[in-house]
Nanobody, 116 residues
Framework: QVQLVESGGASAQPGGSLRLSCVAS????????MGWYRQTPGKQRELVAS???????TYADPVKGRFTISRDIAKNAVYLQMNSLEPEDTAVYFC??????????WGKGTPVTVSS
């Protein structure tokens, strides 16, 4: 069974930066995509950014130009560099990894708080 371990969540000031990391425990698996989602109370979990094994990236509109996703395929790791943070970025951030036709795996989440 795959285990995703997230780290990097913290409190930050508006305009500040954070870097989230996610590492999968099972390095032998090939993940077709990995990404980050976020969720606030009363709201569905939403995509923040994702990257495929072919390095195709997708970003949600609110984070375009501010967040950058990167992936180390060999290490089964994905990272999210978050710059110019806004209070609206406050959420629990979840790592997700997908193997098409096999399964979807979720981390337990790491909280991010942006406030002045």
């Amino acid at each position: 069974q795959v285990q995703l371990v997230e780290s990097g969540g913290a409190s930050a000031q508006p305009g500040g930066s954070l870097r989230l990391s996610c590492v999968a425990s099972a390095g032998i698996f090939h993940f077709d995509s990995m990404g980050w989602y976020r969720q606030t109370p009363g709201k569905q979990r939403e995509l923040v950014a994702s990257v495929t094994s072919a390095d195709i990236t997708t970003y949600a509109d609110p984070v375009k130009g501010r967040f950058t996703i990167s992936r180390d395929i060999a290490k089964n790791a994905v990272y999210l560099q978050m710059n110019s943070l806004e209070p609206e970025d406050t959420a629990v951030y979840f790592c997700r990894a997908d193997r098409v036709g096999v399964g979807t795996y979720w981390g337990k989440g790491t909280p991010v708080t942006v406030s002045s």
